[in-house]
């Protein structure tokens, strides 16, 4: 059988791999919210799991080779995730469900306009220290 799936433009990501403290906890914190936003479950094992989107997937690893227990947002490496996230209304969703699944809202008092006024925007951080970014669609 040959496969008629486009092959992505050279540049494009292919994957990103988060190493967790806890698989199971990164579970339940990542995977609504990925499947929410249209990624599908794509790989399984006693390790880690992965979420697909396009041609792009992401992987979180419970690996042994682990030196910590929390990411530190601040420090140098990955900052943050940020995605497409749909209307206003849909940011404001994810946002409370992100809450009541352990992410916590970063920059509350200038919520949902941390990035500037002309950005609707969600910034959360999980419990073990990773920052997301829940972007609006605009009309401009």
Same mark, same amino acid.
């Given at each position: ?31 609504? =919210?990925?499947?929410?936003? +249209?990624?599908?479950?794509?790989? #399984?094992?006693?390790?880690? $799991?992965?979420?697909?989107? *396009?041609? /792009? ?23 943050? =995730?940020?995605?497409?996230? +749909?209307?206003?209304?849909?940011? #404001?969703?994810?946002?409370? $469900?992100?809450?009541?699944? *352990?992410? /916590? ?36």
């Amino acid at each position: 059988m040959t496969d008629h799936t486009p092959t992505p433009p050279t540049g494009t990501l292919h994957h990103v791999e988060i190493w967790v403290p806890s698989l199971t906890r990164a579970t339940h914190e990542w995977s609504w =919210l990925l499947e929410t936003l +249209g990624y599908t479950p794509h790989q #399984d094992w006693p390790g880690g $799991k992965s979420w697909r989107l *396009g041609h /792009t997937y992401l992987v979180f690893e419970q690996s042994p080779a682990l030196t910590g227990t929390h990411h530190d947002r601040c420090a140098p490496g990955l900052n943050h =995730l940020a995605f497409h996230a +749909g209307t206003p209304h849909d940011v #404001d969703i994810l946002t409370d $469900k992100a809450i009541s699944t *352990g992410w /916590t809202l970063l920059f509350p008092d200038r919520h949902p306009h941390a990035g500037g006024p002309q950005q609707y925007a969600a910034y959360l951080e999980n419990t073990d220290g990773f920052e997301i970014e829940l972007i609006a669609a605009t009309d401009s």
